[in-house]
């Protein structure tokens, strides 16, 4: 079993739809979260830390379920530069290490 | 614009060349990472700096030697490399301090064995 685990898609919705990744990891001793995007070519950039409280930004919202190790990304409104492949990321520790998930592609269409 | 500059943006050398990537950031963090990333597959972790002292090093060929001249610079020294080590390589920092923290990415080096 992969350490974190995404659906790789792709996910291929039109403008203004609302879209939702998974992503589910193996060691419940991990602490940190984050969702990375990661456009062709292009190196991965944070697009938000995931709490276990929920946190929303704009037209993302992130959520932690530490008891199903489950971490989720709900995108609304989707605008065609939200086209990439979507990283989850998860610390299993304080070693400064990242397990990337193999990332989600999601395709926005006009 | 990212505020992890790397050098050079692309690379091709021959598998007998010895050349070196450099990777610079002044946020003043003090954890700087070595990532390879090939085509469709998601960013390897190579190799761990904190506070300008090797921590992790993911069982990497000696081929890849990592050096930190300081706590702003990271450089990856390239000899004898083979055809399956092109990729691109990601730099990285993060604060460094006792939680984990988000890492910023250069844009990287896309590099190209002949």
């Not at chain 1, 709490?51 to 932690?64: C, H, I, K, P």
């Not at chain 2, 081929?63 to 092109?86: G, I, T, V």
Request: glycine content about 6%; overall charge neutral; some cysteine.
């Amino acid at each position: 079993r992969k350490e974190v685990e995404q659906d790789p898609g792709p996910f291929n919705v039109p403008e203004g739809a609302t879209v939702a990744f998974n992503c589910t990891y193996s060691n419940s001793a991990s602490q940190s979260f984050f969702w990375y995007r990661q456009d062709c070519r292009k190196e991965p950039k944070l697009l938000m830390s995931v709490y276990s409280s929920g946190n929303e930004d704009g037209r993302f919202t992130a959520q932690l379920n530490r008891a199903s190790q489950y971490i989720s990304l709900l995108i609304r409104d989707s605008k065609l530069s939200d086209s990439a492949t979507y990283l989850c990321v998860v610390s299993p520790g304080n070693t400064g290490k990242l397990i990337f998930g193999q990332g989600t592609t999601l395709q926005v269409k006009p | 614009d990212t505020e992890v500059t790397q050098t050079p943006k692309h690379l091709v050398m021959g598998m007998t060349n010895k050349k070196s990537l450099k990777c610079e950031q002044h946020m003043g963090h003090r954890a700087m990472y070595w990532y390879k990333q090939k085509a469709k597959k998601p960013p390897e972790l190579m190799f761990v700096y904190s506070y300008e002292k090797l921590s992790i090093n993911e069982s990497v060929p000696s081929r890849f030697s990592p050096e930190c001249p300081n706590s702003s610079l990271l450089n990856l020294h390239l000899h004898a490399l083979q055809p399956e080590d092109s990729a691109l390589y990601l730099c990285a920092s993060s604060q460094g301090g006792g939680e984990v923290e988000a890492q910023h990415f250069g844009d990287g080096t896309r590099l190209s064995i002949l």
